[in-house]
């Protein structure tokens, strides 16, 4: 288990409005707050999302407002995309994009080129947390590839990044139709390995791939499950068969607990039907399952094979 934290503070309100001299990629985002928070924290985010920070104005908010400072930023996309004008399948991108940035000032998710996804691919701040949380778990089997290349790539596929976040959906949502979730799957796995064909370089191939493979190799997830105030867990939780994961090295357990968020990561594995263990600290933030699994230490070839799970 690795644990790390980083929060801007409490913000006021945050919207946006347009940008009156820009171009259609030009839009501004006002942030209302109680006190003035660091630029060091506010800023760099926005280059996550594949934007350009151009200009600032500070200044009084309305007379009778609760917030003392008040904070307008003149934001440039790199892409071309148009903020008042969203394609038909993602009309809410505005909403998504304030969300997403509100949730990455709050510390519950966390700063890397994956946010881009948000306005490239149109998925919420939460669907591309289980990209990260999948990209996070293919960094700890010990894939010859660090945790920015593997965000990076996705981050530069975002039609495949999409599909990732819809077979995750597919698969695992309680609330798609059971008769038809086998067709569905077969369906977006079958968009996904097509799309590969695109795909001209064999390191981000065989980094996409993996991702597919950890996708349909969970079992069960606590993603879905929201608060009496319809918040997302805080915690991301995935129940992974990790000998259908291609990329996994023996020795492999039966089954694995893998837990996400911006806060900690942890692992937990068994390689029979019951488990013993508890909770050990690590500050092996990209090691900690080779650590864990050498701790396991199965007692049997029988066991190592896992001919003692049903």
């Given at each position: ?195 590969l064909d695109s795909v001209a370089n064999l ?108």
């Open positions: 288990m690795t644990v790390r934290t980083q929060a801007l503070g409490r913000l006021l309100e945050v919207r946006l409005h347009p940008e009156t001299s820009g171009s259609a990629s030009d839009v501004r985002i006002r942030i209302l707050c109680d006190r003035l928070p660091s630029l060091s924290l506010l800023l760099p985010p926005f280059a996550d999302f594949g934007l350009e920070v151009v200009d600032e104005r500070t200044g009084s908010p309305a007379e009778g407002s609760v917030a003392s400072h008040e904070i307008d930023l003149g934001l440039r996309a790199h892409a071309k995309m148009s903020w008042s004008e969203s394609p038909p399948a993602r009309p809410d991108l505005r909403e998504r994009f304030l969300d997403a940035v509100k949730a990455v000032w709050a510390g519950d998710c966390e700063s890397d080129p994956l946010n881009s996804l948000v306005l490239t691919a149109g998925l919420t701040w939460v669907q591309v947390s289980w990209l990260r949380a999948v990209a996070a778990y293919l960094r700890q089997t010990q894939a010859a590839f660090s945790l920015p290349n593997i965000c990076e790539v996705l981050a530069g596929q975002p039609a495949i990044g999409a599909l990732a976040a819809q077979l995750f959906e597919e698969r695992l949502d309680p609330d798609r139709d059971d008769g038809q979730r086998a067709a569905a799957q077969a369906e977006v796995a079958e968009q996904f390995t097509s799309a390191d981000e191939d065989r980094i996409l791939r993996s991702v597919l493979g950890i996708v349909q190799a969970i079992e069960r997830t606590n993603a879905f499950q929201r608060s009496d105030d319809g918040q997302t867990p805080p915690t991301l939780s995935l129940k992974i068969s990790p000998r259908r994961v291609p990329v996994i090295a023996r020795p492999v357990p039966a089954a694995e607990i893998w837990v996400y968020s911006p806060r900690v990561e942890g692992v937990h594995m068994r390689f029979g039907k019951v488990a013993r263990g508890g909770i050990r600290w690590s500050d092996r933030r990209e090691d900690i399952r080779m650590e864990v699994l050498a701790l396991t230490k199965p007692r049997s070839t029988d066991e190592l094979a896992g001919r003692r799970v049903s």
